[in-house]
């Protein structure tokens, strides 16, 4: 690995602007925003995916492929990603640096404790709960009531039974009361973390969360907690984007984690508009499928950021589409041109979607040694057939050199196609509307259903002036629909709104549909008891 200052100087970050932590790691004073902010920015690339299969579609590998593959023909690129959870770490997909040789180090810190950052959300997230429950136990003179605290405690760690708990149980003073905790990325904190311009922004957006109401039903604001502070002390650090590098020497921003399914799914805002100052080409990934990652980057960060991309990137694998196509997870390495061209149903439907937010779109063949001749030339003549513009890569196996295709196709996208980016809906539309919008054009839904408690939620919101805000809708990722056993590209089915949280800090409504969680299980063989077989 290279030292992290010779890292920096790939992009023109002086040694006073880094901070580092060890020899392989920095964060960046941002303080370097303000002396650079009049720079042009440059183009910005999202990478995204198909609905995603178990065999996985190498997202964040393309994503440091093709930066790699940029920067080996002489265009100056930056990458940005989330920072990994602990939670799918220790669960079922294991680590988030990339893979084989399309990789950002040093893996192990960056999957695991990495800069602290995890540890300042979930000890922040925490404090606010302690101190809700102490006022209400030191007298309670913001007259909290206990049955109506919205604020989660949380933990980094995929932990089932934490999803129903009972606090205050043995305090002769306080009320025994259900509780739950959500996973560290699902908290509204590490939302606002990644929406956030600056630090200032970040406690305003603090003081606005709601944590509770009273009881004449009046919302209760973190700023009454008076604990702002305190949370800056814990956050100081964590605000300030991470540089790594990948295992050719390229830099990479790291900052921020919301899961896509049950959050918003995409890295800071902070990392993404410093690194538009520094480099022509940003790249930047979105969680799982484009009908999750890619829509909420597209309707809520770029909103919230007044982002414009340039181009979106559609990682799609040969094997996955057959899944998506009916062939059985145990024959995939066997050769079935027909489910793989019924497959490419789902990855239409995702550039259909992209398409509907005015931005040109590149396919990027994620190439695996199962692929046969037969199918890849059946997908490339799909690919031309349709119209798409689409490239191979192969950068797992063969480093750049693989990603110098993908990374030629999407420079020449962006110097002859332009972007005419607009967002899905109006947030001045009302709730239900922006809700059925995304459901109905996205998803390919035939009719959004609600519960009783999402109705009567719509209604509160609405009354207190948050129907105004975009809609960020937790969704199982693993299919189109609300049920996670639906592949490739259903239409007319039914999506279920059980309940609407509201993330005022953060600024938009969180509607759950169908069995989605906010605090993910392990698995049967979770990854934490794989590493003890290798």
């Not at 901070?19 to 790691?25: A, L, S, T």
């Not at 181009?311 to 057959?322: D, E, F, G, P, Q």
């Not at 513009?389 to 332009?418: M, P, R």
């Amino acid at each position: 690995m290279k030292n992290i200052y010779d890292i920096a100087k790939k992009i023109n970050i002086e040694k006073e602007y880094v901070i580092p932590y060890g020899n392989d790691k920095a964060k960046i004073d941002y303080s370097l925003f303000d002396k650079i902010k009049d720079r042009k920015d440059g183009k910005l690339v999202l990478v995204t995916a198909i609905t995603p299969t178990k065999v996985g579609e190498g997202k964040t590998t393309s994503s440091i492929a093709i930066h790699d593959g940029l920067r080996r023909i002489g265009v100056e690129s930056l990458l940005c990603l989330r920072e990994p959870s602990l939670g799918p770490v220790f669960g079922l997909k294991g680590g988030a640096t990339g893979g084989g040789k399309a990789s950002v180090i040093p893996s192990e810190d960056i999957n695991l404790h990495f800069t602290g950052d995890m540890h300042a959300l979930t000890s922040s997230i925490n404090l606010i709960s302690a101190v809700i429950d102490n006022h209400i136990f030191q007298g309670n003179s913001l007259r909290i009531n206990p049955e109506r605290i919205l604020w989660k405690r949380a933990l980094d760690m995929n932990d089932r039974a934490l999803r129903s708990v009972t606090v205050m149980q043995d305090e002769k003073k306080g009320t025994p009361r259900h509780d739950e905790f959500v996973i560290t990325v699902a908290s509204e904190l590490m939302a606002i973390l990644c929406l956030a311009s600056d630090a200032d922004d970040f406690k305003k957006r603090v003081k606005d969360i709601i944590v509770a109401y009273d009881f004449d039903n009046n919302p209760v604001r973190l700023g009454q907690l008076e604990i702002s502070n305190a949370i800056m002390k814990l956050m100081k650090q964590a605000l300030l984007p991470n540089l790594v590098q990948t295992l050719e020497e390229n830099p990479v921003f790291i900052h921020g984690g919301p899961f896509a399914n049950i959050a918003h799914g995409c890295n800071s805002l902070m990392a993404t508009k410093l690194a538009l100052k520094l480099a022509p080409i940003v790249l930047t990934e979105a969680g799982f499928g484009a009908d999750l990652g890619a829509e909420k980057f597209l309707d809520i960060k770029c909103r919230v950021g007044n982002l414009h991309p340039d181009c979106v990137v559609m990682v799609a694998t040969i094997r996955a589409l057959k899944l998506h196509g009916g062939q059985p997870f145990e024959e995939l390495d066997k050769e079935n041109v027909e489910a793989l061209l019924i497959g490419t149903a789902n990855l239409k439907k995702h550039m259909e979607n992209m398409k509907k937010y005015h931005i040109p779109v590149v396919i990027n063949i994620n190439h695996f040694e199962s692929d046969s001749a037969k199918e890849t030339k059946a997908l490339c003549d799909w690919c031309k057939q349709e119209g798409y513009e689409y490239a191979f890569c192969s950068s797992y196996s063969e480093g750049s050199i693989g990603g110098v295709e993908i990374a030629k196709k999407v420079k020449e996208v962006l110097e002859k196609e332009a972007s005419h980016y607009a967002p899905l809906y109006d947030v001045n539309m009302p709730i239900k509307e922006k809700i059925d919008t995304i459901c109905r054009e996205i998803y390919g839904a035939g009719d959004v259903v609600y519960s009783d408690l999402a109705l009567k939620q719509i209604e509160e919101f609405k009354a207190i002036g948050y129907d105004k805000t975009p809609i960020c809708i937790a969704k199982t990722p693993q299919s189109l629909t609300d049920d996670p056993k639906v592949l490739n590209a259903p239409t007319g089915f039914t999506v279920t709104i059980r309940e609407i949280r509201l993330s005022a800090g953060a600024n938009f409504l969180v509607a759950l549909t169908g069995k989605i969680m906010t605090m993910p299980g392990l698995p049967k063989v979770p990854a934490a008891v794989l590493m003890e077989r290798k």
